[in-house]
């Protein structure tokens, strides 16, 4: 087994097993791989997880700060059914929507669901194009795919 030389690392104060556990419902290609205790830190735990596929650790002890915006994960969405399932999925026993695609779920961690061709509309070598889809953009809580795909062609009404 080879190791990812870079894995996101999520420290919670005391849900990093039932956090993993939720996310690895929530996602295909998804499992808690290992869940293990350090016996000479009280309560911590350390969780090896995957979703997607991609290796992800967490750890519960105590967690000094809060989560925060800075920092989130961005899950791409082929279609607005997929975009709309891990949308409720995560905003499911708590979570709260913001702007622009973005939510907190329960745990606090942030979470962006977007169109799997967003960034590509917002770069568009045609600043009018992509002026439109990010105005669009601006104006939505969780994101409509045929609405934004309606202002890059200048359809939308």
């Not at 870079?6 to 929530?26: C, G, R, V």
């Not at 290609?29 to 650790?57: E, H, M, N």
């Not at 989130?72 to 279609?79: I, W």
């Amino acid at each position: 087994m080879t190791i990812q030389k870079i894995t996101p690392f999520l420290w919670y104060s005391t849900q990093a097993e039932e956090a993993a556990a939720f996310y690895t419902k929530i996602f295909p290609d998804s499992r808690i791989v290992r869940v293990t205790p350090v016996p000479s830190a009280g309560a911590t735990k350390v969780v090896d997880f995957v979703l997607f596929g991609q290796p992800f650790f967490a750890m519960s002890s105590g967690q000094p700060e809060a989560f925060n915006l800075s920092i989130s994960l961005m899950v791409n969405c082929a279609d607005q059914a997929e975009l709309d399932r891990y949308w409720n999925a995560l905003l499911e026993g708590g979570g709260a929507p913001l702007e622009c695609g973005w939510l907190k779920d329960r745990f606090g961690i942030a979470w962006q669901i977007v169109p799997d061709d967003l960034m590509r509309m917002m770069a568009d070598a045609d600043p009018v194009k992509a002026a439109r889809v990010a105005n669009a953009m601006m104006s939505m809580v969780k994101f409509d795919v045929a609405a934004l795909k309606a202002a890059y062609a200048g359809t939308a009404g």
